[in-house]
């Protein structure tokens, strides 16, 4: 599989150079060090996702056969840790105890972890140099007491998404599908080609990372902001306002004029857990846009009162209408018609990646 590389995605900070000197704080086993597996094997992968929101441990069962990773069960395993943000947000005392939170838990339940891999995404992505290489200092210095072969990894753009998309290959076993991902900190859209051709997109643009931007505009702070209830004028108002400022981004409308023939021929299906949010309070297995606009102004009307009443009390949020009109502000300008649920975490592809797992070939 090739990967083409989106040359204006700006959002891929690290050189190469950079990525290498990071790396040599990191502890990443070669694969000379390894032991050979070769023989049948069932043990677990845990793939640490360091989000820019929060931070989840995911162990999968994975069965091993002549180093062909495949997983045993494809039900969602991982536990957020409960802590005030992502790792890339805390101090080296706040990273050592959610780390600890997250041990704790593992080792109880789970006895044979063979591999670890802590995986940072949009929350490092967005850091500078200095304060990156901190951060991973601090979370190298932690693992040099857990006795289990680790890679601690910033992983790019176009890897995230390339997770996945891998996640929905197989849970749904299909090679012919996009995915559109929404984190805290970026989205990303990906897609494989008739040849065979790895096309991908992030932006610095997720959910939270746009609430933060837009909260510092007076017409978004008074009409817009988390809490408020929204008749369907101001919905439409709220969700224009982040098609007008986010996403007329140059780069992606690049990428949907490059791309569209291929991007929309086939299912688009959904990951993060935004989007596995949305599906949940809906309880759907597809919406099309005009699906999901009368959802969101239905719920945009109701009162924590009123919404309490129809759905489970530990689902709202003040945050649930500003999820409605940021994503239908997605689709509107990807011009997506309609998406499929997907999956909560790109970590069950990863899990079975040569990208993550050094040992398992794809």
């Given at each position: 599989?090739?990967?083409?590389?989106?040359?204006?995605?700006?959002?891929?900070?690290?050189?190469?150079?950079?990525?290498?000197?990071?790396?040599?704080?990191?502890?990443?086993?070669?694969?000379?060090?390894?032991?050979?597996?070769?023989?049948?094997?069932?043990?677990?992968?845990?793939?640490?996702?360091?989000?820019?929101?929060?931070?989840?441990?995911?162990?999968?069962?994975?069965?091993?056969?002549?180093?062909?990773?495949?997983?045993?069960?494809?039900?969602?395993?991982?536990?957020?840790?409960?802590?005030?943000?992502?790792?890339?947000?805390?101090?080296?005392?706040?990273?050592?105890?959610?780390?600890?939170?997250?041990?704790?838990?593992?080792?109880?339940?789970?006895?044979?972890?063979?591999?670890?891999?802590?995986?940072?995404?949009?929350?490092?992505?967005?850091?500078?140099?200095?304060?990156?290489?901190?951060?991973?200092?601090?979370?190298?210095?932690?693992?040099?007491?857990?006795?289990?072969?680790?890679?601690?990894?910033?992983?790019?753009?176009?890897?995230?998404?390339?997770?996945?998309?891998?996640?929905?290959?197989?849970?749904?076993?299909?090679?012919?599908?996009?995915?559109?991902?929404?984190?805290?900190?970026?989205?990303?859209?990906?897609?494989?080609?008739?040849?065979?051709?790895?096309?991908?997109?992030?932006?610095?643009?997720?959910?939270?990372?746009?609430?933060?931007?837009?909260?510092?505009?007076?017409?978004?702070?008074?009409?817009?902001?988390?809490?408020?209830?929204?008749?369907?004028?101001?919905?439409?108002?709220?969700?224009?306002?982040?098609?007008?400022?986010?996403?007329?981004?140059?780069?992606?409308?690049?990428?949907?004029?490059?791309?569209?023939?291929?991007?929309?021929?086939?299912?688009?299906?959904?990951?993060?857990?935004?989007?596995?949010?949305?599906?949940?309070?809906?309880?759907?297995?597809?919406?099309?846009?005009?699906?999901?606009?009368?959802?969101?102004e239905n719920f945009c009307s109701k009162t924590q009162n009123e919404f309490q009443k129809e759905n489970?009390?530990?689902?709202?949020?003040?945050?649930?209408?500003?999820?409605?009109?940021?994503?239908?502000?997605?689709?509107?300008?990807?011009?997506?018609?309609?998406?499929?649920?997907?999956?909560?975490?790109?970590?069950?592809?990863?899990?079975?990646?040569?990208?993550?797992?050094?040992?398992?070939?794809?």
């Open positions: 599989m090739k990967f083409i590389k989106n040359s204006k995605n700006y959002t891929r900070i690290l050189s190469n150079n950079l990525i290498k000197n990071i790396y040599k704080i990191i502890i990443v086993f070669a694969l000379s060090c390894f032991p050979a597996k070769t023989s049948k094997e069932v043990f677990y992968h845990l793939i640490i996702d360091a989000g820019s929101s929060g931070t989840r441990f995911c162990p999968y069962q994975i069965y091993l056969n002549q180093n062909h990773c495949t997983l045993k069960d494809f039900s969602d395993p991982c536990i957020s840790i409960n802590s005030k943000n992502g790792l890339a947000d805390l101090s080296k005392e706040e990273i050592h105890q959610t780390l600890d939170k997250g041990f704790d838990f593992i080792f109880l339940n789970y006895k044979s972890i063979d591999f670890i891999s802590l995986l940072g995404t949009g929350g490092f992505r967005k850091l500078n140099n200095e304060e990156r290489k901190e951060k991973l200092k601090y979370i190298s210095e932690y693992f040099l007491k857990i006795p289990i072969t680790t890679n601690i990894k910033l992983i790019s753009g176009e890897e995230e998404a390339y997770f996945a998309w891998k996640s929905i290959e197989i849970l749904y076993n299909s090679k012919n599908h996009n995915i559109i991902e929404t984190g805290g900190a970026t989205i990303q859209f990906a897609y494989i080609d008739e040849n065979k051709n790895f096309h991908s997109i992030s932006l610095p643009i997720g959910m939270n990372r746009t609430y933060e931007n837009l909260i510092k505009f007076k017409e978004f702070q008074e009409n817009c902001k988390y809490g408020l209830n929204l008749n369907s004028f101001m919905f439409e108002f709220c969700k224009n306002f982040i098609k007008e400022k986010i996403y007329e981004d140059p780069n992606l409308k690049n990428f949907i004029k490059e791309h569209k023939r291929n991007f929309f021929r086939n299912t688009t299906y959904t990951s993060g857990t935004p989007w596995y949010t949305i599906f949940t309070l809906t309880k759907s297995k597809e919406i099309t846009i005009d699906q999901l606009k009368k959802y969101g489970s009390k530990d689902i709202y949020t003040d945050k649930n209408c500003y999820l409605f009109y940021y994503h239908l502000a997605q689709l509107e300008s990807l011009q997506i018609s309609q998406v499929s649920k997907g999956i909560q975490s790109w970590t069950l592809g990863a899990s079975v990646s040569q990208k993550s797992i050094p040992y398992c070939l794809e």
